[in-house]
């Protein structure tokens, strides 16, 4: 892992973390967390799908758009039953600078630099998305049906973490 | 080790397990669900058995041969039948989330 990743992943670590353990999160706030988390990946993807030429990199942007957006389809149909609005939080907010500003870190790059860069990135976030939803997210959702697509997306996030990394080891 | 592959046929459509000729009698129908990011436990198998696998998660998935030899694509809330032709081994994973793997025994 390279300097860089190192530190936006302990970035998003922070952002996701510290407003967590200031107050308890309600679940407006966890489905805003989580549908921003989605939503930032989503975005990467397109980034990497308008810029990658790399047929790896691309059939995992491509998968990362698809998953993502079925879980985000999922989570507004929920909210919408439920009658919640997602509610925007320091959280949410921490994690979209985080990624503008990755993504404006990655417009930069080309070639195999911005592949290499994606995919590390990639790890590194699915990996601090799966630390906040196994160690906050998850366990301060209230409602049941929120817990449960939460715990669904922790394994979507599981199993791209995993995915990331057999990219990331091609890529070297 | 994965030995040659005993799958007669496979297909993606609800319907292939209603149409399809009946097999013999001592053939039998597994439902396999795959629910979060994992396919369910796939029994011991008995040549002309099926093997229905049900996609029950929100995601798109794939029942693919290790070795390519057959493809089941499955939207959320679809599912696909094999037809088991000839006792082995086979081992299978998602093309899109190659973490997911299982495996088959026919005797």
């Known amino acids: 892992m390279t300097r860089a990743t190192f530190l936006i992943s302990a970035a998003a670590a922070v952002a996701l973390a510290a407003p967590a353990q200031a107050a308890d999160l309600t679940d407006p706030q966890i489905a805003h967390i989580a549908y921003t988390a989605g939503n930032i990946d989503i975005a990467a993807a397109k980034q990497a799908l308008k810029k990658s030429k790399n047929k790896t990199v691309r059939s995992f942007a491509q998968q990362m758009v698809r998953d993502h957006q079925a879980v985000n389809a999922k989570a507004l149909a929920l909210v919408k039953k439920l009658h919640v609005t997602p509610e925007a939080n320091g959280t949410s907010a921490s994690l979209t600078k985080a990624a503008n500003a990755e993504r404006a870190k990655l417009g930069k790059l080309r070639g195999a630099a911005f592949d290499r860069e994606y995919i590390n990135n990639e790890v590194s976030y699915h990996k601090t998305v799966n630390g906040a939803l196994s160690s906050t997210l998850i366990p301060s959702a209230h409602n049941g049906e929120l817990k449960s697509l939460l715990q669904t997306g922790l394994k979507l996030f599981q199993e791209h973490q995993a995915h990331a990394e057999q990219v990331a080891a091609k890529l070297k | ?107």
């Open chain 2, 1 to 107: 080790m994965i030995a040659r592959l005993p799958i007669l046929c496979a297909a993606a459509t609800g319907a292939l397990l209603l149409v399809s000729a009946p097999g013999p009698a001592a053939a039998a129908t597994h439902v396999v669900v795959i629910d979060q990011m994992k396919y369910g436990a796939v029994p011991p198998l008995k040549v002309g058995d099926r093997v229905v696998f049900v996609n029950n998660d929100i995601f798109r998935h794939t029942v693919t041969a290790s070795n390519n030899s057959f493809d089941l694509d499955l939207m959320p809330g679809k599912r696909g039948v094999l037809r088991i032709n000839s006792a082995g081994r086979a081992a299978f994973y998602c093309k899109y989330h190659p973490g997911m793997r299982g495996r088959m025994i026919a005797r």
